[in-house]
């Protein structure tokens, strides 16, 4: 596996952060445990909605991406909520023994690093704004 500081520089900035790439790295994880979930109705459209929360991590970060920084910390911030969602959503699948623990206790670790990744993100952008500074868009793509 290519090591993530060879990784060239590529044309979208949000495929350039780490993020970005924990967020698919998890949406990955939650295809597993669909492909793995029994053949019940019930339980598939159940993880139809897990598959929708943890896609909104990686599509909000790449749109908010192209925006100007104070657009960005939104997008980011409904990245995070989508975070939250898919903290629900791991704890009702626990609860109803749709994952095992120790599913379980990954997806919420998982999760944790990703909204600890985010707010330190958001906490860049927030800092690197000069008041008074205009926030025209700024994106490259």
Not at 18 to 28: C, F, G, Q, S, T
Request: with cysteine; aromatic share 12%.
């Amino acid at each position: 596996m290519e090591n993530e500081h060879e990784r060239p520089t590529t044309f979208f900035r949000f495929e350039d952060l780490r993020i970005y790439h924990k967020a698919l790295e998890y949406v990955d994880w939650v295809y597993l445990m669909a492909k793995n979930s029994e053949d019940d109705h019930f339980m598939q459209s159940f993880f139809d909605r897990f598959v929708i929360s943890a896609n909104g991590i990686p599509l909000n970060i790449a749109e908010g991406s192209s925006r100007n920084k104070s657009q960005f910390v939104y997008y980011l911030k409904m990245a995070k909520s989508s975070v939250r969602e898919c903290v629900v959503v791991s704890t009702i699948a626990q609860n109803r023994g749709f994952i095992s623990d120790s599913a379980y206790d990954d997806s919420k670790n998982r999760l944790m690093e990703m909204t600890k990744m985010i707010g330190a993100l958001i906490g860049s952008l927030q800092r690197s704004v000069k008041p008074g500074e205009l926030d025209d868009d700024e994106g490259v793509d």
